[in-house]
């Protein structure tokens, strides 16, 4: 079965960093693409950043571009996010999702997400 | 980027009936388009992928057209486990992804 946690999110100021990281298990985790898609309680999806199974191929929303790095260590089963500059408006719970393929396509496995939240 | 542009925002449907929910892209994607479903409470759900073709456990009643910029979801005959909320995304390499604003189907 897969599973996808999420961890590192907190209470953050802005301006300040923060490191969000995925531990994956249940499936061949080198094998598929990753992403991290975030969503303000009540609100829609933004997609944020994906990165494909050798990290070959790494994607960023405009809103992020510049700020944050999406990485993976596939020794490791795991995803990371590094989020610098933060603003108010980067709030939001973060999901670890899997990608379909190894390189970007559809959502098949989410988490439960990491609840990141920026104010002073 | 390329935005997505979902409507209706909101659609009322009786159980029964048919629900026919549009996604329009800024400029092509091809057939690199999914369709997800969201409920209170819950992560989302793929629905569709590749423009038409239904993933692993979707009921029949839901299919996916299109292809380019105009992509349309319709559940053939809504039923009470289907009121939610519907997202469109077009995955065209990392060009970024995005996704659509999301329509609400909601009980009439």
């Known amino acids: 079965e897969v599973h996808l946690v999420e961890s590192g999110g907190g209470l953050v100021q802005p301006g300040r960093s923060l490191r969000l990281s995925c531990a994956a298990s249940?499936?061949?985790?080198?094998?598929?693409?990753m992403h991290w898609v975030r969503q303000v309680p009540g609100k829609g999806l933004e997609w944020v950043s994906g990165?494909?199974?050798?990290?070959?191929?790494?994607g960023y929303a405009d809103s992020v571009k510049g700020r944050f790095t999406i990485s993976r260590d596939n020794a490791k089963n795991s995803l990371s996010l590094q989020m610098n500059s933060l603003r108010a408006a980067d709030t939001a719970l973060y999901y670890c999702a899997k990608d379909m393929w190894g390189s970007p396509g559809a959502v098949d496995y989410w988490g439960q997400g990491t609840l990141v939240t920026v104010s002073s | 980027e390329i935005v997505m542009t979902q409507s209706p925002a909101t659609l009322s449907v009786s159980p029964g009936e048919r629900a026919t929910l549009s996604c329009r892209a800024s400029q092509s994607v091809s057939s690199n388009l999914a369709w997800y479903q969201q409920k209170p409470g819950q992560v989302p759900r793929v629905l569709i992928f590749?423009?038409?073709t239904r993933a692993t456990g979707i009921p029949a009643r839901f299919s996916g057209s299109g292809s380019g910029t105009e992509f349309t979801l319709t559940i053939s005959s809504l039923q009470s486990e289907d009121f939610a909320v519907y997202y469109c995304?077009?995955?065209?390499?990392?060009?970024?992804?995005?996704f659509g604003g999301g329509t609400k189907v909601e009980i009439k």
């Open positions: 995304q077009q995955y065209n390499n990392w060009s970024p992804l995005t």
């Open positions: 990165i494909s199974w050798n990290s070959g191929g790494i």
């Open positions: 249940g499936f061949t985790f080198d094998d598929y693409a």
């Open positions: 590749g423009a038409s």
